[in-house]
C-alpha cells in the first residue's frame, strides 16, 4: 500500500539489519509513526500493547521476536524463553501460535552458530507468504464484489466491514480488505461501511485511515447501525476477517462479529470471512467452548482518545467512577452463519468437510498427531 506516496509494508528489516520496523498503531489515525524493535521484549511489547495487531501481523512479528531474541543468546534455553514469551502476548489468534512452530522448526535442529540467520530467513518468508496469501484472498473474493457490481449495473456495491482486517493487520494487502482493494484498483464503484468496533476503534480508527489513503470510498458508522442498514437494503455483502476458525468452520473475530453475522442472516444479507490458512486451527472444533477470549484492560472501556478541536490527543473517561467493565475482545460466529469463507485457494464453506478437502495436508497431519 500507499502511504504519503511510498510504497509501504507494515513490517520491514531496518536498512542497518538491526532491528524491525513496524507502525506505531496505537497513535493511528491521527499521527503516523514507526517503532523500531531491537529485542525480544520490545516485540513482546509490541504486541500486548497492540502496537502491532491484527492476526496475521501478530505472527509475523512473532516470528522477528524470535530472530530478536536469538541474536542475543541463540541457546535452546533463550528459543523456548522467546516462544513461551511471545505465545502469552495475546490468546486469541492463533496465527501466532502457528508462526512461532514455524520459527521452532526452523532454527530448533540447527547447530547454534546457523540459528541467528536462518531465524531472520523464516521469518522474512512468513512475511512474504502472507502477502502472496492476501493477494490471492483478493483475486477470489474479488469475483464476488464483481458478481455484485454486474447485477446492480454500476450501482455502488455496499461491503460491511468489522474492526481491521486490513492492510495494518497483515504485512500487506489485508485480508478482507484485499478483494475490496483489488475492486477498487479495477474501477468498481465499491463502497465500505467501516464498524467503528468500541472499544478500540479499530474500524474508526485504522480501517479508516487506511481505505482514505487507498482512496476507497467509506463511511465509518457505530458499531450498532449494521442491522439497520441491513434491513434497508443498503449492505450488500459483509466481509470480515478472524483470528481462529475451528476444523468445523466456527470464526472467531473481533467482539461484534456475531452480531453482524445474525443481522445479516436475518436479513439474507451474503456474510463472508476472508483468512489466510495459518488462522485455522485444525486441534479445535467448536469455537465457542475451545477458543480462549482474550479480556483486556477495563480502561480501554472506560476511556476514549480523541483528538481535541485544537489539534491535542487526550484520553477522557466516559464512564461513572466506580462501575465495573467487562471487556471481552472477541467473540465466536458459529459456522451455520457465515456464508463462505475467502481463503487463499478459493471461496468455500464454512464446514469440516470444506475446509479438510481444501487443506488436506493441514487436517491430515492434525489426524496423524491426534491418533
Ligand atoms: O484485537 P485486534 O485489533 O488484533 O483484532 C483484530 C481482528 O479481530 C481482525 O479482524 C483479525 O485479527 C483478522 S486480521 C486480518
Redo the contacts with the bound molecule.
Sequence with gaps: MKIAGKEMRTIWVESDGAGIGTIDQTLLPHRFATARLTTLDDAVRAIKT?QV??????GATAAYGVWLALRSDASDENLERAYGALLAA?P??I?LQWALDQMLAAVRNRPRAERVAAALRRAGEIAEEDVRINQAIGRHGLKLIEEIAARKKGERVNVLT?????WL??VDW???TAPIYMAHDKGLPVHVFADETRP?N?GAS?TAWELGHHGVPHTVIPDNTGGHLMQHGLVDLVI????RVTAQGDVC??IG?YLKALAAHDNKVPFYV???SP?IDFSVSDGLTEIPI?QRSPDEVATMTGKTKDGRIETVQIIPDGSAVANY??DVTPARLVTGLITERGVIGANRAALAETYPERAENRDKIAS
Design positions: 497492540m495487531r491484527g492476526a496475521p501481523l501478530i495475546r486469541t489468534a496465527n468489522h474492526c481491521n482486517a486490513g493487520a497483515t489485508g485480508t478482507a478500540r479499530q485504522l470480515v476477517g478472524t483470528d473475530n473481533k462479529t476472508a483468512l489466510p488462522t482474550e475482545g472477541f
